[in-house]
T-cell receptor
Framework: KQEVTQIPAALSVPEGENLVLNCSFT??????LQWFRQDPGKGLTSLLL?????REQTSGRLNASLDKSSGRSTLYIAASQPGDSATYLC?????????FGGGTRVLVKP | EPEVTQTPSHQVTQMGQEVILRCVPI?????FYWYRQILGQKVEFLVS????????KSEIFDDQFSVERPDGSNFTLKIRSTKLEDSAMYFC???????????FGNGTRLTVT
């Protein structure tokens, strides 16, 4: 059974610092990995998708890496802004479903 | 850009009542899903649906739950007799194919009193 873990559970940084969010998964037989953003009480916004054959994916200030063999993905957010404050969820696609981690709650202080 | 839409955005019901949560998946998608998120907890898989039948379900998806695609566009989740612990945000999602990226709706917040 796939287990997805995100560390740390919460993170607080001053504005301008780079953010590093970690995700690990137990079963490396995945098809894709998605990173989502969730604002309090809101839905899930897809940020980046990394296919299992890829090592990384970039979108603006966001960069996500994937190391399937070690079961890890890292989301980097450069030059953080207060608007980046949210919960970031990692999810792996395999077995025809998405398995989510518990999320990292990020606070960027102005 | 096409999106998954869910209605209502918020539903309040009394314990023991039946509720139906509605979703309109993206039109060319073939796989449909329901997930739920109890406040402060992980997003959990409930059920996947393909070719007019359930393809997989979790242990959460017991006899109180059912899904249906009554027409060519809607995908519904029914909870027959709601319990307090069914209070959660329910997310619908769809994908083009098996193991393709999922697209999520904005969710329905279900409150059981």
């Amino acid at each position: 059974k796939q287990e997805v873990t995100q560390i740390p559970a919460a993170l607080s940084v001053p504005e301008g610092e780079n953010l590093v969010l970690n995700c690990s998964f137990t079963d490396s037989a995945i098809y894709n990995l998605q990173w989502f953003r969730q604002d309090p009480g809101k839905g899930l916004t897809s940020l980046l998708l990394i296919q299992s054959s890829q090592r990384e994916q970039t979108s603006g200030r966001l960069n996500a890496s994937l190391d399937k063999s070690s079961g890890r993905s890292t989301l980097y957010i450069a030059a953080s802004q207060p608007g980046d404050s949210a919960t970031y969820l990692c999810a792996v696609i395999g077995g025809n479903k998405l398995t989510f981690g518990g999320g990292t709650r990020v606070l960027v202080k102005p | 850009e096409p999106e998954v839409t869910q209605t209502p955005s918020h539903q309040v019901t009394q314990m023991g009542q039946e509720v139906i949560l509605r979703c309109v998946p993206i039109s060319n998608h073939l796989y449909f899903y329901w997930y739920r998120q109890i406040l402060g907890q992980k997003v959990e898989f409930l059920v996947s649906f393909y070719n007019n039948e359930i393809s997989e379900k979790s242990e959460i998806f017991d006899d109180q739950f059912s899904v249906e695609r009554p027409d060519g566009s809607n995908f519904t989740l029914k909870i027959r007799s709601t319990k307090l612990e069914d209070s959660a945000m329910y997310f619908c999602a769809s994908s083009e194919g098996a193991n393709s990226p999922l697209h999520f709706g904005n969710g329905t917040r279900l409150t059981v009193t």
